[in-house]
């Protein structure tokens, strides 16, 4: 919903990047020349190093990055939603006001106890953002960007703060809300496996520009699952660790449980 | 009574056990029941036993009893309720100027570059010069009536209000900012939702010392120059050695402040409910 200074006028694509280059110091860019397209519904992980770039990119496809050097053309719809690492709720308001902040509609208070439903927060309203807990808070930040439907989420290490367990409960929870409102989404891990599970295509960014495109193509999303495994071990090959775990082990605290979140 | 309480077989089912292990805590605890007036209490009591007691002359300090007595006489010929009602006016149209006047500024110097660089540099000069030292030249521009008192406290206010709402509003995270842009929010909701709010517990730290600076401006003005108010009838008093008088003037000032204090607490606590601290 911010403005922007491209507006897509062909609706087979959600995202278009042509060219784009960001660089915060004379010494070198930090996104060298890259191009990306993101179709209506796709759901695209990013990964890559700490540091190649990967926030830079969501902020200029956010449009938070005016202060930025750099050029490059950039197409994003209209509606556009962004989930930050903390949740960043308003402290000074309940989780409720939290949800339709900026809302505008008559029927936001309506609209914004739906989308608390949808993400497991009924009846938690009237509740101050710091009474949450750290999973809960992202779950209020989640209702928040999808009560606005928008077109494109973009999300940036939306669960990195997470315990284990609660985001295994995340990454069923978002997959369930993207089936529903089928918003594009660009998701920024770090987290080969989130990558896999949750996405149709992973993107590797090295270098400042689209090093490796793959398709997820999973009948079960299982590390079980050896055509899973090996497309584990091909992208950790791609940011430089060795997978020596590659004809699929199975660890507990990795398990991919499709069961629905509460 | 207690040993046989002791002694009684416990009944199993009437008391689930209870064993915790439970840190020190370091912060300062349950808030007690009417903990902000034992101070005063104290103080109260001491000058009562002081008074009984023939430990405090009556001619330095008038016993608590005769400062009633006093006080009745006063209120039977209207005069403290009428010296009271000047006083107040006084100071509350002084503190609401100084409020609205330091708030705008805060805000417009906190939210735009120019208006920063117009409203900062001013506001620090005056604070460094003493508000009362101010007092003789605005007799000059305003004369000795109600407008050069009501300024006078106005003055005393906005400096506070104003220092503290921009500090404020200035220590809100820019993240805040960043979500308040992607939310396509405009600036008037921005205003509303996130810099008000966010400067709301700075603004309060600073009403509370406005507060103050309103009452000891008051003080002053009514002290130099004037015909009504507590403040003159503190200076009559002291004409005629009245100690009585005065300390029913300084008690009604104590009071003054007292509940101001306390209303901008409760404001506080209202205000702020959305905060995790130490005062609970
Ligand atoms: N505001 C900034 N000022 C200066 N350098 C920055 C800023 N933001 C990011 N960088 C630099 O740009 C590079 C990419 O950062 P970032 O996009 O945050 O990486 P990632 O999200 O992939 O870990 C890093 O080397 C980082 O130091
Ligand atoms: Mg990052």
Redesign the pocket.
């Known amino acids: 919903m911010a403005t922007h200074p491209g507006r897509l006028t062909d609706r087979t694509a959600a995202v278009r990047v042509r060219g784009l280059h960001r660089s ?1 110091s004379r010494a070198g860019g ?1 996104l060298n020349g890259l191009d990306l397209d993101i179709a209506p519904g796709e759901f695209v992980a990013l990964i ?1 190093r ?7 990119l969501l902020r200029a496809l956010a449009g938070l990055d005016r202060d930025v050097a750099g050029h490059g053309a950039v197409d994003v719809p209209d509606k556009v939603s962004v989930v930050f690492q903390d949740s960043r709720l308003l402290p000074w308001k309940r989780v409720l006001d939290n949800v339709t902040f900026g809302l505008r509609d008559k029927d936001a208070a309506q609209r914004g106890q739906v989308a608390l439903a949808e993400v497991g927060l009924e009846g938690r309203e009237k509740a101050w953002p710091h009474e949450l807990s750290g999973g809960e808070q992202q779950r209020a930040a989640l209702a928040r960007s999808l009560v606005r439907d928008p077109e494109l989420l973009l999300a940036d290490e939306p669960f990195g703060a997470l315990d284990a367990l609660t985001r295994i409960r995340m990454h069923v929870l978002l997959r369930k809300l993207c089936e529903a409102h089928q918003p594009a989404v660009l998701l920024v891990t770090h987290d080969v496996d989130e990558a896999i599970v949750l996405a149709d295509r992973v993107i590797v960014l090295d270098d400042g520009v689209v090093a490796r495109d793959l398709r997820v193509d999973l009948d079960r999303r299982s590390q079980a699952d050896p055509e899973f495994a090996a497309l584990r071990a091909q992208l950790l090959a791609e940011l430089g660790v060795e997978d020596d775990s590659a004809p699929a082990p199975r660890h507990a605290h990795t398990r991919y449980d499709r069961k629905a979140a509460s | 009574m207690t040993t046989i309480e002791a002694t009684r077989p416990r009944l199993p089912s009437a008391e689930p056990a209870d064993d915790r292990v439970v840190r020190r805590r370091l912060g300062p605890g349950r808030r007690i029941r009417f903990g902000y007036a034992v101070g005063p209490v104290a103080l109260l009591a001491l000058w009562v036993v002081g008074s009984a007691t023939g430990l405090i002359d009556p001619r330095t300090l008038s016993e608590p009893w005769t400062v009633v007595a006093t006080a009745g006489g006063l209120i039977e010929s209207g005069r403290l309720q009428e010296s009271l009602a000047t006083s107040a006016v006084r100071a509350v149209l002084g503190l609401l100027i100084g409020v609205a006047a330091g708030t705008v500024l805060a805000i417009v110097s906190g939210l735009s570059r120019l208006g920063e660089s117009f409203i900062d540099g001013p506001v620090q000069i005056k604070r460094s010069i003493p508000n009362l030292a101010l007092i003789p030249l605005l007799i000059l521009w305003f004369g000795i009536g109600e407008e050069m008192k009501v300024i006078t406290i106005a003055l005393g206010v906005f400096v506070p209000i104003y220092i503290h709402t921009h500090n404020g509003l200035r220590s809100i995270e820019g993240k805040y900012a960043e979500l308040a842009e992607t939310a396509g929010v405009s600036r008037g909701e921005f205003v509303r939702h996130v810099v008000l709010p966010g400067a709301m517990p700075g603004f309060l730290l600073g009403l509370r010392f406005a507060v103050t600076g309103a009452l000891l401006a008051l003080v002053v003005v009514e002290q130099i120059n004037s015909t009504s108010g507590i403040g003159h009838m503190i200076t009559l008093a002291s004409n005629y050695g009245q100690t009585d008088v005065i300390v029913v003037g300084l008690v009604v000032y104590a009071i003054l402040g007292l509940v101001a204090d306390g209303s901008v607490r409760l404001i506080e606590r209202k205000a702020l409910s959305w905060r995790r601290t130490l005062a609970g």
């Open positions: 915060f930090v890559g700490s540091g190649s770039g990967k926030s830079t």
